[in-house]
């Protein structure tokens, strides 16, 4: 991975609507952009080569957006207050996705950040969430096997 020196506005808001829409047409991203159709095709051409926008389309490799830190964060939550803990962490724009779970804990989330203070800031944005009981927070080291579909595909596609 090479990490893009810097992003501007353009390069944000070109990765914004890929994430919004994944199967967006070069034509689409210039005319919502306002820039010619070379200057969107050598820009995405420049993000994945970069590696900060995965072949997919969708998924964006954080360390190249100078977020270096994931942690998985479970949450003990009261639960008349279940609902009102989603729509708190729906607001944190560190929170990458929130899950239900059973077991230890009742919300399991994956949570971002360019460093420790950041993450810290955004833990403690997550207890200041009315109906949070307590969290237990782990970070990630290091990223083997990003989010992946293709194998499950493959075995589906093999089973027919």
Same mark, same amino acid.
Not at 4 to 19: A, M, P, Q
């Given at each position: 991975?090479?990490?893009? %020196? ?9 990765? +914004?609507?890929?994430? =919004? ?5 070069? #034509? ?5 952009? #306002?820039?010619?159709?070379?200057? @969107?095709?050598?820009?995405?051409? =420049? *993000? *994945? ?5 995965? %072949? ?14 994931? @942690? ?30 059973? #077991?230890? #804990? ?22 200041? !969430?009315?109906?949070? !009981? =307590? ?20 075995? +589906?596609?093999?089973?027919?």
């Amino acid at each position: 991975m090479h990490v893009v %020196s810097k992003l501007d506005l353009v390069d944000i808001r070109l990765l +914004l609507e890929l994430v =919004r829409d994944p199967r967006a047409q070069i #034509g689409e991203l210039s005319e919502h952009l #306002g820039v010619a159709r070379n200057t @969107a095709q050598s820009r995405i051409r =420049r *993000l *994945l080569r970069s590696g900060t926008l995965r %072949s997919s389309g969708r998924e964006l490799d954080l360390e190249a957006l100078n977020y270096d830190v994931a @942690a998985f964060v479970t949450i003990e939550v009261s639960h008349r207050e279940l609902d009102g803990v989603i729509s708190g962490l729906r607001r944190l724009h560190q929170v990458l996705e929130v899950h239900e779970i059973s #077991g230890r #804990g009742d919300v399991w989330c994956r949570v971002t950040a360019k460093d420790t203070h950041h993450l810290q800031s955004a833990l403690r944005s997550i207890l200041r !969430i009315k109906g949070v !009981i =307590r969290t237990e927070t782990v970070l990630a080291l290091h990223e083997h096997i990003p989010y992946r579909t293709e194998p499950l595909l493959r075995t +589906l596609a093999d089973e027919q």
